[in-house]
């Protein structure tokens, strides 16, 4: 069973930055991919970034696309995300997600969380 705990969320200001991490724990196959997902109140629950370490493919929404980042330390086995210049909307609750083999195919925006067999339980974002 894979475990997944995410912390670093905070409040910051609007052009602040901050760095989520993931813990993995547990068996994860040789092929799998990461992702983060975010929901915001009163919206449904959007992929905001993945990372397959196979190939080192990486994607993002095009709202976070040049400004968020996802990095692995397989070693430590943390999924990070660098948020920069953060803005009001970006506030959500951000969820770490894990799923074998590939990433779900097509374009992130419409990944859901349920296409992950693993997910975390969600570290706030808030940004003012």
């Known amino acids: 069973q894979v475990q997944l705990v995410e912390s670093g969320g905070g409040s910051v200001q609007a052009g602040g930055s901050l760095r989520l991490s993931c813990a993995v724990s547990?068996?994860?196959?040789?092929?799998?991919?990461m992702g983060w997902f975010r929901q915001a109140p009163g919206k449904e629950r959007e992929g905001v970034a993945a990372f397959l370490p196979s190939d080192g493919s990486t994607y993002y929404a095009v709202s976070v696309k040049g400004r968020f980042a996802i990095s692995q330390d397989s070693a430590k086995r943390i999924m990070y995300l660098r948020m920069t210049n953060l803005r009001p909307e970006d506030t959500a609750m951000y969820y770490c997600?894990?799923?074998?083999?590939?990433?779900?195919?097509?374009?992130?925006?419409?990944?859901?969380?349920?296409?992950?067999?693993?997910r975390g339980q969600g570290t706030q974002v808030t940004v003012s």
């Open positions: 547990g068996y994860i196959a040789s092929r799998y991919c």
């Open positions: 997600a894990a799923r074998f083999i590939f990433c779900p195919g097509g374009n992130i925006a419409t990944w859901t969380s349920s296409d992950f067999g693993f």
